[in-house]
């Protein structure tokens, strides 16, 4: 008679299973979901692997969800199409075992999805990851002087809201300006704001700083190069620093610089310079100054009491 009961109530629990939602987090689940998970403090975790380890799957299933530790510079949710293909979640072909120096990092900037190269460098047995070329730039520089090269120029702390665009063929700014500084770390509009040291009423140090700073511009997994980074690359240059720069590996640009005023400076003219952020703040007279590196003719060295109105174009870099 026990076994006939427990028989009956275990048949009950099967047949709720089968014909009904399991909620977890939730006594009542969503009619439209086989499995409904809610949670204001947690996440769904689907398995993490490696790329080898995905290769591995035998026979997986169109909908298989992972997530893949090494795809990519930073990791990538992946899904099985059912065609003999991962995607990533936006359909595009999932990213692979990230090597640098021979992935390429495909993101979105400025509404667009664009691909971007990546140079290792080792540098006294370290060794970093660069992108190929500056943040808004359509190609590797091809000469110092290159204007496709260039790449936009962006106010320091700021993401890429489109106040850093900027011409490639002349020395214009393309973004419109506006003398009213914004209140908070996004602004809320693409103008380049203009008349102050600071873009900011207030200073914030914390802006840019690591790959999960606020208002990081640069592809998941990639960062604004600091002080040191900059140091590391100009101490293998030759004498003289704006030849070798675009030598080097990096092909780093003589880009110029947009002035607090809303002007492009040096470039397109016989004092041509390179104007490169750091996300190093600056160590002295702080208020509304952070570091850049500059380098033209046989000179390059850091000005630490750079204002942070002013455009400058950057490099973005991973470890």
């Known amino acids: 008679m026990i076994k006939i009961v427990k028989l009956t109530v275990l048949f009950c629990l099967l047949s709720s299973i089968s014909f009904s939602q399991v909620g977890i987090g939730?006594?009542?689940?969503?009619?439209?979901?086989?499995?409904?998970l809610k949670s204001t403090t947690k996440g769904f975790l689907p398995p993490?692997?490696?790329?080898?380890?995905?290769?591995?799957?035998?026979?997986?299933?169109?909908?298989?969800?992972?997530?893949?530790?090494?795809?990519g510079p930073a990791g990538e949710i992946q899904v099985y199409n059912g065609n003999n293909a991962w995607t990533n979640l936006i359909g595009e072909?999932?990213?692979?075992?990230?090597?640098c120096g021979t992935?390429?990092?495909?993101?979105?900037?400025?509404?667009?999805?664009?691909?971007?190269?990546?140079?290792?460098?080792?540098i006294n047995g370290i060794t970093k990851c660069w992108l190929d070329r500056n943040l808004g730039a359509t190609r590797v520089a091809t000469t110092a002087n290159d204007p496709y090269g260039y790449g936009d120029s962006f106010q320091w702390g700021r993401s890429a809201d489109g106040h850093q665009l900027r011409s490639q063929t002349s020395k214009?700014?393309?973004?419109?300006?506006?003398?009213?500084?914004?209140?908070?770390?996004?602004?809320?509009?693409?103008?380049?704001?203009?008349?102050?040291l600071d873009w900011r009423t207030t200073q914030n140090n914390n802006l840019w700083q690591g790959y999960n700073g606020i208002n990081n511009p640069c592809p998941n997994g990639f960062r604004v190069p600091t002080k040191d980074d900059f140091t590391a690359e100009m101490n293998t240059w030759g004498a003289n620093k704006a030849t070798s720069a675009f030598s080097s590996t990096l092909k780093l640009p003589l880009s110029g610089y947009r002035d607090n005023s809303g002007n492009v400076n040096n470039c397109f003219g016989s004092n041509d310079a390179a104007e490169y952020w750091t996300s190093t703040v600056s160590l002295t007279n702080s208020v509304y100054y952070a570091n850049k590196f500059e380098?033209?003719?046989?000179?390059?060295?850091?000005?630490?009491d750079t204002n942070r109105a002013a455009g400058c174009a950057i490099r973005c870099i991973k470890d």
Do not use: K
């Open 26 to 36: 939730t006594n009542t689940p969503d009619s439209s979901a086989i499995l409904d």
């Open 48 to 71: 993490r692997m490696t790329a080898a380890q995905r290769n591995a799957i035998s026979s997986p299933v169109a909908g298989l969800l992972i997530w893949c530790s090494n795809c």
């Open 93 to 99: 072909t999932a990213a692979g075992a990230f090597i």
């Open 103 to 122: 992935s390429t990092v495909t993101f979105t900037y400025n509404g667009a999805r664009v691909t971007y190269g990546t140079i290792s460098r080792t």
């Open 172 to 196: 214009v700014g393309i973004s419109s300006t506006t003398s009213t500084q914004s209140t908070t770390d996004n602004p809320g509009h693409g103008n380049f704001i203009i008349g102050s």
């Open 295 to 304: 380098f033209f003719g046989t000179s390059a060295y850091f000005y630490e």
